[in-house]
């Protein structure tokens, strides 16, 4: 098979993943895997990105058993092929270890972000920006887990370097501060968190434009601390105005408008203002059903926050309901 060949079919693959056409990106795969294997034998690099690839289609048809071993195939081959210190293998260890993260094997993510900022560190040093770009992986799943100190301290570290190699301007900067207002808005370090939220929406509009996904996430952070701090007129018109920037730009079943719209819906809980929460809440499991499918967890989530909305309006026989829904899951 031709190179140019190999990248036409790989590209109509990946059209139909981005489109979430899953199962069609999946057949079109396996046409690949075994066209490749015909040529090219079992160890062979293109192989190898072909069994990355349907590994991360299984994960987009929550078929997450099925995904491991097509991940960790490729991996295998690109370490016999071409050694742990290659950028390729690196790729491989970073989408299991990111695997590990979204299955809940936490202790196993953990050990190959580690390898794999070692790696890094050993190749090109401490001040590069796939290190900064590793210890924010690391610092990402402390902050899933609730360790927060030690999460901050991996983002500031990410911080000094990016500043240095990228300059204060560069959208990773951008995030970084982004991060580093949201863990401390997880510390209840509010005053710190706004600080850093307006640092980061002042960048964010100066080099990004007013509207951009970044803006909408520095609104959002900064809606969360206003209205953690008991300031809920102030902290409404930051989540619309995330919401309308992030509807507007992603489209409405993306998972950030999701979260806006649940963080405005428990603003509006907080305000007492019931019925429009629970509005809200139905949009949002619209958007997770139609995303993840009636058993996933956040679906579930989403259904306990409208059954405590039924219950804080009085409406107790639809708050059961809802809860019966939850069990025959």
Do not use: W
């Amino acid at each position: 098979m031709s190179e140019n060949k190999f990248s036409q079919m790989k590209e109509k693959i990946d059209t139909l993943f981005k489109k979430r056409q899953f199962a069609q990106a999946l057949n079109q795969a396996a046409d690949l895997y075994h066209l490749l294997v015909k040529e090219h034998g079992e160890f062979h690099l293109e192989v190898a990105s072909v069994l990355n690839f349907m590994g991360t289609i299984y994960q987009g048809l929550a078929k997450y058993n099925e995904a491991e071993p097509f991940l960790r195939k490729s991996l295998n081959i690109k370490i016999k092929l071409l050694g742990e210190d290659h950028p390729d293998v690196i790729k491989g260890f970073d989408d299991l270890a990111a695997y590990y993260q979204l299955v809940g094997r936490f202790n196993e993510a953990e050990a190959l972000m580690k390898k794999t900022l070692d790696i890094n560190i050993k190749l090109s040093g401490l001040e590069d920006s796939k290190v900064a770009v590793h210890l924010g992986n690391l610092a990402k799943l402390y902050n899933q887990l609730g360790k927060y100190k030690q999460a901050a301290e991996l983002t500031k570290k990410a911080l000094e370097i990016e500043t240095k190699v990228l300059g204060e301007n560069h959208p990773n900067v951008i995030v970084s501060i982004g991060n580093l207002a949201a863990l401390n808005v997880a510390m209840k370090n509010y005053a710190v968190a706004e600080e850093y939220a307006k640092k980061a929406l002042d960048l964010s509009v100066q080099t990004l434009g007013a509207e951009h996904p970044n803006v909408a996430i520095c609104l959002n952070t900064l809606g969360i601390i206003h209205r953690n701090m008991g300031k809920f007129e102030e902290a409404e018109p930051l989540y619309k105005k995330a919401l309308d920037i992030n509807t507007k730009l992603l489209g409405i079943d993306h998972p950030n408008v999701a979260t806006t719209l649940n963080n405005l819906a428990t603003l509006y809980g907080n305000m007492k203002k019931y019925q429009e929460a629970l509005d809200l809440m139905t949009k949002v499991l619209d958007i997770d059903l139609r995303r993840h499918g009636e058993n996933h967890p956040t679906v579930k989530l989403n259904l306990t926050s409208i059954a405590s909305l039924y219950k804080a309006m009085g409406k107790e026989e639809e708050a059961q309901k809802v809860l019966a829904a939850i069990t025959a899951r």
